[in-house]
């Protein structure tokens, strides 16, 4: 029994050959959040150039006071394949983050860290899907991060609430939507076209407490559900060094 029961596990914890840390990674990608009412179609928006300092200000603005252990359950769904499991993941004010999931009978872990300008994954393979988009990953927490170097921001304002429009040097455009300093939504076009969408669900105190990424290109949707969120002090140094 305990080879079929690893196989199965195994093959749980990896979609068409991808962790599903990399998935997380890739449907934060193809997704964008909102909350609530739609939001105004970027399109309609007069968007003018943001600079790097207003960015970061916007973004310190949105990060938490205090670091976290969270811990959550997330499921996945495609056409193929239908899995679920637990991960945690570890936030370190003002700019590092660690997420750990694994999938059934504790197969399929993955790892993914964020410290300032660095980035490091296991499985290795991880981290090439990760580096390019890992501004996304932080919005998945309700955090707007500057991208990497060369994409193009803009802003605009529209009946009482601000956009951030990040531009991929691909062309793939994200449009963030905050009403105040809280990320409440936002959305992703490539070629004109919406590719998909991230809905972050928050509590009374204005936490994220569910995210849903559908990515429409794949027919495939991943949902995390934030079940305890515990301050705590300084970690260890090891969590955020490669093994």
């Known amino acids: 029994m305990e080879a079929p029961l690893r196989s199965r596990a195994e093959s749980l914890a990896r979609v068409r050959g991808r962790s599903y ?31 790097a300092e207003a960015l970061a200000e916007a973004s310190r603005r949105t990060v938490p006071s205090q670091r976290e252990l969270i811990t959550l359950r997330w499921r996945f769904a495609d056409p193929t394949l239908e899995a679920s499991g637990r991960g945690a993941a570890r ?7 660690r997420i750990d999931v694994r999938g059934p009978l504790g197969f399929g872990r993955g790892t993914l860290v964020l410290a300032g300008d660095s980035v490091w994954a296991d499985p290795e393979s991880m ?11 932080w919005a998945m927490m309700g955090v707007l991060r500057a991208p990497p170097a060369g994409d193009r921001v803009e802003a605009a304002e529209a009946d009482g609430r601000r956009f951030v429009r990040i531009v991929e040097a691909a062309g793939r455009a994200t449009t963030f939507e905050l009403h ?4 409440v939504g936002a959305v992703q076009a490539r070629g004109g076209r919406r590719v998909g969408r991230l809905v972050l669900r928050r509590d009374a ?18 949902v995390f559900d934030i079940e305890r969120r515990t301050p705590g002090a300084a970690f260890p140094d090891a969590v955020w060094r490669r093994p």
């Open 127 to 137: 981290v090439t899907q990760v580096m390019p988009a890992r501004f996304l990953v």
């Open 21 to 51: 840390l990399a998935v997380i990674a890739w449907l934060a990608v193809a997704a964008g959040c909102r909350s609530g009412p739609p939001p105004l179609a970027p399109d309609a928006l007069a968007f003018a150039p943001l600079g």
């Open 180 to 183: 105040g300093d809280t990320v």
């Open 91 to 97: 936030f370190a004010p003002p700019d590092s983050l």
């Open 205 to 222: 105190a204005g936490r994220v407490r569910r995210a849903e990424a559908e990515d429409a290109e794949r027919n495939a949707r991943l």
